[in-house]
């Protein structure tokens, strides 16, 4: 817009230019006129002398010069009040000219202004980026410092605990072949006849499977009168007894859980799908014991299936194998060196 303003502004002054030329021409050319009209100048001095003797050509001719002179004079009074008008329209032009080239350059010195303060700008940005990385990085220092730092203080912590469980478990040595020992004394297990492979736990008879294919000792032997189911209940309730006991002493805990109650103690399998005891063993173990799982097997034969009877001594022999193996135990053959 502004461009646009110029260039009209540049025509004008043009033909400003053009008309002045041509007032100063036509000024000109009235002088020499008004100068050679020595006619007229008769005229006017001598009179009707003169007017008598010119021809009536020459009047023609001399009106037709006083009429050209007053044209000529109308039209410079005409030039003139169009130039002084045009001198007064040109002042405005070139002071609007003047208003449009001082508000093209307040626009170009904005403008300037403009871009130096997006330069600004994008170098503030640039440096809050700079800080924005370099605040990142020192908190990913500090984490990592720290996670260090952590480290290195749980893994000295971690060595302490180390340390003392070791003290702690070497002070337990003595303290559990004292148990065990008193528990031996207490549960002494003896041989009662050694050719029948017959011990006695507590002077109660416990007797072995007499084959590797049974899975429960016989619950009579031939010539023994005294031994009968209740006798076999009454050892296996005292060996399961044993077996809970040294499991607590070692801090084993069974795989198999076993509940004592003397001749009547009861075995549990967590994740047995064989159907519970009858309803006299279900209701025998709940007055007892206050346990209702249908997976706990009994300990004895009397009032029980035989194959529940079996698969209970079966995983009380599990439960002796498992803390063995815990404490890597090797049993011998003799159940008195166990």
């Known amino acids: 817009m502004p461009l ?5 502004l540049v025509s004008l002054q043009a033909v400003l230019a053009d008309t002045q030329e041509q007032l100063q021409g ?3 050319r009235c002088d020499r006129l008004i100068e050679e009209d020595v006619v007229g100048m008769l005229v006017s001095v001598f009179g009707r002398y003169v007017e008598s003797t010119l021809t009536l050509v020459q009047r023609r001719e001399v009106s037709e010069q006083e009429e050209q002179v007053r044209w000529l004079r109308e039209k410079t009074g005409v030039l003139r009040a169009r130039a002084s008008g045009s001198a007064s329209l040109s002042m405005f032009h070139m002071a609007f000219l003047n208003s449009s080239i001082t508000a093209a350059e307040e626009i170009e010195r904005r403008r300037g202004l403009i871009i130096r303060r997006k330069e600004i700008l994008q170098q503030a940005h ?3 980026e700079r800080d924005q990385q370099a605040l990142i990085d020192q908190q990913d220092e500090i984490v990592e410092e720290r996670w260090a730092t952590a480290v290195n203080h749980i893994s000295s912590i971690y060595k302490v605990c180390r340390q ?6 070497a002070s337990l040595v003595p303290v559990r072949t004292t148990l065990l020992q008193t528990l031996s004394s207490i549960f002494p297990i003896e041989p009662l006849e050694p050719k029948d492979l017959l011990f006695n736990i507590v002077t109660v008879p416990l007797p072995v499977p007499l084959s590797s294919s049974e899975p429960a000792p016989p619950v009579s032997l031939p010539g023994k009168p005294s031994f009968n189911d209740e006798t ?3 050892a296996l309730g005292l060996v399961a007894q044993v077996v809970q006991l040294v499991s607590a002493y070692m801090g084993y805990v069974l795989t198999y859980p076993v509940t004592c109650v003397g001749s009547r103690s009861l075995i549990k399998d967590p994740i047995s799908a064989m159907m519970g005891p009858r309803k006299l063993v279900l209701l025998f173990s709940t007055l007892m014991v206050g346990s209702r799982s249908p997976t706990s097997f009994p300990l004895y034969l009397k009032g029980v299936d035989t194959y529940r009877f079996e698969y209970g001594v079966f995983l009380l022999n599990k439960n002796i194998e498992m803390v063995n193996n815990s404490f890597h135990y090797k049993p011998s053959s003799d159940p008195c060196d166990s």
Do not use: R
Request: glycine residues 0%; hydrophobic residues 55%.
């Open 232 to 234: 076999v209940a009454s």
């Open 26 to 28: 036509v000024q000109e």
């Open 164 to 169: 003392k469980h070791a003290v702690l478990i």
């Open 126 to 128: 640039a440096l809050h």
């Open 4 to 8: 646009i303003n110029i260039c009209s």
